[in-house]
């Protein structure tokens, strides 16, 4: 049996109704998976699918982001989703930025748009 994927959601404020929208619609891959998301991202899914094993951690400006990519360079995270929006200015972008570098310094797969989610997760399922 493969382990369970350890996955962290992210979602800026523009995205997370995207975000809830894609959690909703992979559910049953989302169960199989320890979930660990910033803040209110985090509450944002599991109000829509409740009964996830979702950890929410400190909200992004406060430093979710910096809490996952810590995570990222500890292993314990497999991929990472983060619906960016790319037109809004965000007074913790250095957090963002921090976070993504992390990710391919430790080439884990990041999808930062519902398309390369949408890949990601058809593997997967599929698979
Ligand atoms: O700001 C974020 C990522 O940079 C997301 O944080 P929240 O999920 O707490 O809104």
Do not use: W
């Not at 979602?11 to 959690?23: G, M, P, Q, R, S």
């Not at 891959?29 to 094993?53: E, M, S, W």
């Not at 909200?59 to 929006?85: W, Y």
């Not at 913790?92 to 990601?120: C, F, G, Q, S, W």
């Amino acid at each position: 049996m493969t382990p369970a994927s350890r996955l962290a959601l992210i979602a800026h404020d523009e995205k997370k109704d995207d975000l809830v929208a894609f959690a909703a619609d992979h559910v049953e891959f989302l169960k199989t998976c320890h979930i660990v998301a910033t803040g209110t991202t985090g509450q944002r899914i599991l109000a829509a699918c409740p009964g996830l094993n979702l950890t929410p951690l400190k909200s992004g400006p406060l430093g979710g982001d910096q809490q996952i990519g810590a995570l990222i360079s500890e292993g314990k995270i497999d991929q990472l989703i983060f619906f960016v929006d790319p037109l809004t200015p965000m007074p913790h972008d250095v957090d963002v930025k921090a976070l993504m570098r992390l990710a391919i310094v430790y080439d884990i797969p990041m999808a930062l748009n519902r398309a390369t989610a949408e890949i990601m997760l058809e593997n997967q399922e599929n698979g």
